[in-house]
Nanobody, 127 residues
Framework: QVQLVESGGGLVQAGGSLRLSCAAS????????MGWFRQAPGKEREFVAA????????YYPDSVKGRFTISRDNAKNTVYLLMNSLKAEDTAVYYC????????????????????WGQGTQVTVSS
């Protein structure tokens, strides 16, 4: 089992950047594929990025590709989401998620593909 705690959210102007962090508890962090999702008011939870257990593979939807970068540091039990060129439509609560195992991350784009979730961190982009 793993517990996840996100941080780094806040208010930023359009065109700006933020880096989110997700700290995981436990000694088996390196066995988990990790993902980031977001949810805006009145909308479904949306896939944002995923990274494989060893950091060797990443996957993004077209909506954030080229602007967002997911990375991880297994020695620090932490996954990051660097968000550049932020837009007003990026405003949402951002969630970190974990899935135990070595499945291809290109198939892990639904919330049900993940077993563990953080509490979320608010990102607000002002236009």
């Amino acid at each position: 089992q793993v517990q996840l705690v996100e941080s780094g959210g806040g208010l930023v102007q359009a065109g700006g950047s933020l880096r989110l962090s997700c700290a995981a508890s436990g000694r088996t962090f390196s066995r988990y594929n990790m993902g980031w999702f977001r949810q805006a008011p009145g909308k479904e939870r949306e896939f944002v990025a995923a990274i494989s257990w060893n950091g060797g593979s990443t996957y993004y939807p077209d909506s954030v590709k080229g602007r967002f970068t997911i990375s991880r540091d297994n020695a620090k039990n932490t996954v990051y989401l660097l968000m550049n060129s932020l837009k007003a439509e990026d405003t949402a609560v951002y969630y970190c998620a974990a899935s135990l195992g070595f499945r291809s991350i290109a198939t892990m784009i639904r919330p049900n593909d993940y077993n563990y979730w953080g509490q979320g961190t608010q990102v607000t982009v002002s236009s």
